[in-house]
């Protein structure tokens, strides 16, 4: 019965049984380790500058038109083609893109302006060909963008007449 225990099948088997835990604990924990990958929510949804120009313009809006932030541009723009191919490219250009902020519609959300608000990141060559692209975009759908300067402040008037005057744009005949 001693020679049972000890017999090389009984080793082997032990073996393979420590072995097998060793394996299943490693695997069991081996997603304890800090992760590739942190994901987080937002503190906010605005960057600074950003909720800065929003709260002027809510206060210059005073509820007559619905402030809608960073919008896909492919759910303002509707791409069409018989060519899938070609809607396939315009369609990649424009899905990962937004506008910073679209005044709409309170009942309908119908879209009327898209604001772009310019901070120093504009400044640089791919910004500035990505507002190249922007402009050309808008003028092929005939919808007015207004650019806005980032500022520490903003003069209502200024705002208010810059506003009215891209509204009007959107109801001129092109």
């Keep these: 019965m001693e020679t049972l225990l ?23 924990f081996r997603g304890s380790g800090k992760p590739a ?10 960057t600074p500058a950003e909720k800065l120009f929003y709260e002027q313009l809510d206060l210059v809006i005073d509820g007559r038109l619905q402030i809608l932030c960073k919008v896909r541009l492919a759910d303002l723009i509707e791409v069409e083609s018989r060519q899938p191919e070609e809607r396939n490219r315009v369609f990649r250009r424009i899905a990962s893109k937004h506008i910073d902020f679209i ?9 009327m302006l898209a604001i772009e608000l310019d901070d120093s990141s504009h400044e640089r060559a791919d910004r500035r060909e990505r507002d190249e692209y922007l402009e050309e975009l ?6 007015p963008l207004l650019r806005i ?7 209502r008037r200024a ?16």
């Design 6 to 28: 000890l017999s090389p099948i009984t080793l082997a088997l032990a073996a393979v049984f420590v072995l097998g835990c060793v394996i299943v604990l490693i695997w069991v």
């Design 37 to 46: 990958v942190y994901l987080s929510v937002v503190d906010s949804l605005l």
């Design 103 to 111: 005044l709409a519609e309170p009942g309908t959300l119908a879209p």
């Design 138 to 143: 808008f003028q092929t759908v005939r919808f």
């Design 149 to 155: 300067k980032a500022s520490a402040t903003y003069n």
């Design 159 to 174: 705002l208010v007449d810059a506003l009215e005057q891209a509204l009007r744009r959107r109801f001129q005949p092109y």
